[in-house]
């Protein structure tokens, strides 16, 4: 019996600190990344996620090839194009996204936005996918859509921009996860094998209109800035950064159950809320602060119903009927979702 009790205490000494680490490098990345934009003055989202992505190619061939960490996950050279290319697009939008937003509104908005993600992942797969949904999937979503409303209305840095990108990005990391279910059907990616298929393509996607965009731009920062050792540091430190992010998901996943990793989550966003506000003191009115609250409770409340609705037994029917088709078979997205700036 002692030894059991040992077992337990470890595993869940190393559940807290796996979710700290992720923490850790989750804040410091988003921080990092705001920045780089603000206080540098490097004002080219598209060349940051093309650094993010070549440093996050290397690590991951590091980590695979070189230091043999975790085993390749081997796919057939068609499926590359055929099922990777369509996903790389997708991951490497829903970066570009993130960051063309955290150049424009404050790290605590673009956090709260992206809580919407579980409303367009549930809404986009009834739209286009006709999927049927249990009432209380509906439900939780309420708290989440009124936390965002009350948070945009009352956002005293609200830029038009800034909000659309932040929302598209949330539109994109839904359709990166609806389309992982059929294009990577039978390939078991973790989220690293993730990164060394995907990484090096979204990079060739990224690289010619990051050129053409902000090429000239890059150099005229280069050009006006005498000290370039403490800003290239900080540029290519998140790129790194941004890679250690994702082998820290893989820890967390195989650490935490299901709703662990939910509130995880969520608390993560309130962590990274509270550090940006410390460091760059953006103006946050009481009632933002009640409706990112909002946001965060019903996303809690979301992933506390799916794991209800999840743990049903075979047979206790799920919805008032059958699906269908096929498609409504789906899953309605993973229990752990890989975290990507």
Known sequence: MEGTGSLYDWTVIRSILAIIQWW?????????????FQKLEF??????????????????????????????????????????????????INIVLGNISLRYIPVSFMQTIKSFTPATTVFLQWLVWRKYFDWRIWASLVPIVGGILLTSITELSFNVFGFFAALLGCLATSTKT?????????????????????????????????????GSGVVEWFRTHTELVSPLIIIFGSGVLAFCLNFSIF????????????????????????????????????????GCTVTLVGCTFYGYVRHKLSQQTPGTPRTPRTPRNKVELLPLVNDKLDDKV
């Not at 850790?24 to 780089?36: C, D, E, L, R, S």
């Not at 059929?182 to 390939?187: A, D, I, K, Q």
């Not at 995880?264 to 009640?290: C, D, H, Q």
């Open 24 to 36: 850790g490098f989750n804040v410091t990345v988003i921080i990092m990344n705001k920045w780089i």
């Open 43 to 92: 004002k080219f989202p598209l060349t940051v996620s093309c650094v993010h992505f070549i440093c996050s190619a290397i690590g991951a061939y590091l980590v695979i090839k070189v230091l043999k960490l975790k085993p390749l996950i081997v796919v057939d050279p068609e499926d590359r194009w055929r099922r990777i290319f369509p996903m790389s697009f997708i991951f490497c």
């Open 178 to 214: 609806i389309l992982a279910e059929s294009l990577l059907h039978g390939y078991k990616f973790d989220s690293i094998n993730t990164v060394y298929y995907m990484a090096p393509l979204a990079t060739m996607i990224l690289a010619a209109p990051a050129l053409v965009l902000e």
């Open 251 to 290: 820890y967390v996943i195989h650490s935490t159950t299901a709703v662990t990793f939910n509130v995880a989550g969520n608390l993560k966003v309130a962590v990274a809320i509270t550090f940006s506000w410390l460091i760059f003191r953006n103006p946050i009115s009481l009632m933002n602060a009640v």
